[in-house]
């Protein structure tokens, strides 16, 4: 075999890795990189960023107290764990708590790396607020923000989709509807939450 093709292996292998990990890791490791979102979302809160929701991340433009934080990593991660399990059971899945609890919690890690770039390229809101009101004529930096957030957002989906398939066994359209199903309840509930806290 030549190089070429190891090296085209590895390749595979690690975008593999990168989209599908739930197959091949251990509930250990799945429950440890869970941990260390969970750790690392509560030290972003203290350089400003609010994971405020299922699929949310806001800059504040300031320190966000403990109590918050945590309020907000318990909606991202174990709350909407628990609303995926209530709502995969009408499209006939059986899943596994823990399961769902890697699954939603390792597909935040995207997020979790991208968020202090983020971070680092607006650390006013006011300004881009701003520039969200205007984008007929985007500036360089929204459209910067724009290409980092982008990709960001569709690694999440797509970890998202692949945890919930491995956490569920649903597949086609039942797994497609499903995974909607659960990421509009998940952002609804997550808000309701938060807004009552």
């Given amino acids: 075999m030549s190089a070429g093709a190891v090296s085209d292996g590895s390749r595979a292998t690690g975008l593999k890795l990168a989209f ?6 251990s509930r250990n490791t799945g429950l440890l990189l869970v941990l260390g979102v969970v750790v690392a ?5 203290r350089l400003g960023v609010r994971f405020d929701g299922f699929l949310d991340l806001h800059t504040p433009g300031h320190r966000v107290s403990f109590r918050t934080a945590l309020a907000d990593q318990f909606v991202a991660v174990p709350l909407s764990a628990a609303v995926a399990w209530l709502v995969a059971r009408p499209f006939r899945a059986k899943p596994d708590f823990t399961d769902l609890l890697i699954a939603i919690g390792v597909a935040r890690i995207p997020t979790v790396l991208g968020a202090p ?6 650390p006013d809101p006011t300004r ?9 004529s985007p500036s360089p930096l929204l459209l910067l923000v724009a290409a980092i957030a982008i990709p960001i957002v569709a690694w999440h989906i797509a970890l ?5 398939r491995h956490a569920t066994a649903l ?7 499903a995974v909607v199903s659960i990421i509009v309840a998940a952002e609804i509930v997550s808000k309701l939450v938060l807004i009552a806290l």
């Fill in 20 to 25: 599908d990990p739930f197959g091949r890791i």
């Fill in 160 to 164: 998202l989709v692949f945890g919930l």
């Fill in 171 to 177: 597949g086609g359209t039942r797994l497609a509807a």
């Fill in 41 to 45: 979302g509560l030290l972003l809160a």
């Fill in 117 to 122: 770039i983020i971070t680092l390229l607006t």
């Fill in 128 to 136: 881009l607020a701003e520039l969200l009101a205007n984008p007929k």
